[in-house]
Structures are given as structure tokens and as C-alpha cells.
Nanobody, 116 residues
């Protein structure tokens, strides 16, 4: 059974930093990533990373956020620096399985609140 467990969310002041972690289990994962959903808005991409370590960032994350992963631990991380109030959202971990290829799984989300 596939499980994704996020941690690291919380309350931080603008300009501060947080590091999110997502521990995945139950399969081998290809692309892993982070998405976020602010109140009243759709869920949007933040960043993804392939199993080979190639990242992809949304424009809003470029230069401030860094995604990384540890394949041995099936864990993906999101280091968020220079946080802004508009980064406030529930952050969801996503992982796509390698075998079978491309099956999507989601974590339950972790809340990030950035105060001004």
C-alpha cells in the first residue's frame, strides 16, 4: 500500500525559511513533487524532480525554493527560502510510480502559513 507522509509545515514570518519533507513507501517512484493549494484557489505545481534528480520549478518558486530527493529513503524535500505571504497554502506531496508506470499518489498535505 502506497503512503506519502508530509512534514515540516508551520507558521513563519515573511522572509523566513521552511523545509518540507515527504516520505513515500509502498512502491518505487519516478517523478516526485510538491503542489500547493491556497484557500479558494486551484492546486498548482510548485516543483517536481525526476528519479535522476532533474528538477522543474514553477515560476513562483524559481530562485527561492529548492527541491531534492533521496531515492534510498524514498523521500523528497522542498527547501523554501525568502517566503512571502502569498506562499501561504496547503502543500501536497505527489509521487508517480515507476512500476506500474505513472500511477499518481498524493499526501494529505501540510499547511504553510507565512505572516507579513
Amino acid at each position: 500500500q502506497v503512503q506519502l507522509v508530509e512534514s515540516g509545515g508551520g507558521l513563519v514570518q515573511a522572509g523566513g525559511s521552511l523545509r518540507l519533507s515527504c516520505a513515500a513507501s509502498g512502491s518505487i517512484f519516478n517523478v516526485m513533487g510538491w503542489y500547493r493549494q491556497a484557500p479558494g484557489k486551484q492546486r498548482d505545481l510548485v516543483a517536481t524532480i525526476t528519479r535522476a534528480g532533474i528538477p522543474n520549478y514553477a515560476d513562483s518558486a524559481k530562485g527561492r525554493f529548492t527541491i531534492s530527493r533521496d531515492n534510498a529513503k524514498n523521500t523528497v524535500y522542498l527547501q523554501m527560502n525568502s517566503l512571502k505571504p502569498e506562499d501561504t497554502a496547503v502543500y501536497y506531496c505527489n509521487a508517480q510510480t515507476l512500476i506500474p508506470y505513472g500511477v499518481d499518489y498524493w499526501g494529505k498535505g501540510t499547511l504553510v502559513t507565512v505572516s507579513s
